[in-house]
């Protein structure tokens, strides 16, 4: 089984800076793109932050400048820093995958759990 698993999320005040992790375990082959993605209570998950099999990023304009996506492949896991955060950070921060696992031949998306970040004002 594949999982992923974030970890980092807390309570920042506006203008600090957190690291959110997220592990990719299990029978894992490759991992293609990554993404990191939030959802704010009541409103629709959307996309954060995006980085390819390769190096090629992309982010929502609301956090360019400020957010940086990475990804670690000889330890499967994928970074978002954030940095200069603003209340409207505040939400649930989902990673999600594109993962061939090992012994089949088609690549399958999954997604964490999520962490919770809260901003204060």
């Known amino acids: 089984q594949v999982q992923l698993v974030e970890s980092g999320g807390g309570l920042v005040q506006a203008g600090g800076s957190l690291r959110l992790s997220c592990a990719a375990s299990?029978?894992?082959?490759?991992?293609?793109?990554v993404a990191w993605y939030r959802q704010a209570p009541g409103k629709q998950r959307d996309l954060v932050a995006a980085i390819t099999s390769g190096v090629t990023t992309n982010y929502a304009d609301s956090v360019k400048g400020r957010f940086t996506i990475s990804r670690d492949n000889a330890k499967n896991t994928i970074y978002l820093q954030m940095n200069s955060l603003k209340p409207e950070d505040t939400a649930v921060y989902y990673c999600?995958?594109?993962?061939?696992?090992?012994?089949?031949?088609?690549?399958?998306?999954?997604w964490g759990q999520g962490t919770q970040v809260t901003v204060s004002s």
């Open positions: 299990g029978s894992i082959f490759s991992i293609n793109a």
């Open positions: 999600n995958a594109d993962i061939l696992p090992v012994h089949t031949t088609r690549t399958f998306n999954y």
